[in-house]
């Protein structure tokens, strides 16, 4: 190495300096994206079928835009049975036909730059998609032309505290007003209505607007972008809503722990009835005597958790509109029982179990052998309907299936104990 | 432009000589490349030639042909074709045995195939990037300017995938 080193540099006239600039620009040249082919790895693992680019869910699929407008596309993809895989969109080779028109980087992230029309693809080592067109228009927005469902099948009806997804889309024309216009979702609409005693709307999300209502009246809703004249809709709310439910069946909790509650109602179209129709998040929640031995939430997140105070027993309702339902809710003094393992007593228990990988065995407080078996010959059995809420072996093990109540009975000896099960999702 | 601003500095920067002795090299080899936790192994041979524009120092024009591709059962991934330019720096000849080293620019491209479910894909891309060989040169005394070499080399282009290769050639030097 030293041999080479000293002829090297007693080379007459050597230019370091050149030849340091010689070695960068080699260095830069280096250019290759090598993502096709450890892609190509990746899809043949997920036995991939077909990629599709999907738009912001914010957007109409025929997306117009104006330049200067950014969003994100991203991608679904099937496999070889035709199931849905799950594919991350970011770090990909997207591409769009036409640079004048629009840029899109690696995370699937479009700009509009200049009028035109320019077609986004993506590929997954040797799988490409379909070319997804995407019009640059130079518009402003003229009027809001309409307020439509999302699932266009309910558009016009709503079910009492069952919400649907609305949306504003508004025309949009030339400044000068030539050419034809174009129509586009309207994601920062504002969202109001005309009569809250019937319905209400929750601010949009991906440009959806949840709009519910509670009384068996036309609820009006009205979308407005800010100087635009606003429109309003009337949307019918249906007769359907039979009976409010709430469970757990006996609400019983203790101090120092809370007590999730659900309102399950039955719905009746055209003489066939739905049961067990989660509406929690949908109604309004209320104590008795709020504060005074519990509190029940009723805000986004907490609704119909019920939090004790002091021990006793309150009456806590779940209503929509002018349909209402009443559960008395026991507060217990501080206990130790466990969600792995209860000691059947003499009273009722409740329990709350998360549906998500949770298997759970009862005992009946006799011990457990080697084996892990139960020795005693306690039998577990569900009374009732189950309406697959949760299955039971006869030594008691509990698999969630699904949100709901179940009763579990447990015998011994010719005595029973009954035991409501809570699952949530 | 780069690539032709990048040799222009080099001749600069050597300051060409009289005297210009020029050769030429065959050779073959096994390549190897690597992503995704795959090895592909193929052969190729090689080809170069060029001049010594001052004492052991040289600038050479080489290509590669693919001989086989890398089959790993699901893929199969090969160097279909690689040229560039390069300017060798080599030691004194010591007992008839040179060590020398090779920097330069590389065109290659890969191919990769794949027989599934879906019937055959394929990927096929050029990259750009730089060269580099090191290696052992021993002068034969069966013929004069007959030269036997073993030569390690890398074609680096930042792309995620690895790409090297050994070989053993012969190369002839005019007098």
Known sequence: MNIIKSKFYSVSGFNALSFGIASGLLLSSCSGDGRAFTEAVEANNLQL????????????????????????FTLDATNVSDTKVTLPSGNRRWNV????????????????????????????GAVGSQRFKVEVREEVLQTIDSIVAKDIEVDGVLERCLPQQYRAIGRFVAVDGSGTSSLRALPAAQWSVGNKEVGSVAKPVDGFA??????????????????????????????????????PRNAAVTLGNTLPLLALATYEVDGVERNGIDITESVNWFAE????????????FNKGIVTPIATGNESVTASCGNLASQKTVIVGASDTTSESSISIRSVILSLTINRLGVQLQLSSGTSFDEDNEIESDTTWSFIGDTNNVATITTSGFITPLAPGTVTVQAVNDGRATDIDILVTQ | MRLIVSLLLVLLSTQTQAGIQFYGEARLGAAGARHSDLDFYS???????????????????FIDTPLSAGDNGIFELGITQASGVAVRLQSPEQRGLQAYVLVGYVEYQLEQKESGVFGPRFIRQTFDGI??????????????????????RNYYADSGIAVDGVSVGLRYEMP
């Open chain 1, 49 to 72: 079928k077909t990629l599709t680019v999907v738009q912001p869910a914010k957007l109409l699929p025929d997306l117009v835009v104006n330049p200067g407008d950014q969003f994100s």
């Open chain 1, 97 to 124: 036909d036409n640079s004048a028109v629009a840029s899109i980087d690696d995370g699937g992230n479009l700009s509009a730059l200049s009028k035109g029309v320019a077609y986004v693809s993506v590929a997954v």
């Open chain 2, 131 to 152: 060269r580099f060989s090191v290696g052992l040169n021993q002068h034969l005394t069966v013929m004069r300017g007959l030269i036997f070499g073993v030569e390690y």
């Open chain 1, 289 to 300: 005597e709020e504060n005074s031995l519990l509190t029940v939430g009723n805000t986004v």
């Open chain 2, 43 to 61: 052969g190729f041979g090689s080809f170069s030639a060029g001049a010594f524009i001052v004492d052991n120092i040289g600038i050479e024009g």
């Open chain 1, 210 to 247: 949840s709009v519910t209502g509670v009384n068996v009246e036309p609820l009006v809703v009205i979308a407005t972008v800010d100087e635009i004249a606003p429109l309003s809709r009337s949307i019918a709310v249906s007769d359907t809503l039979r009976e409010i439910e709430i469970e």
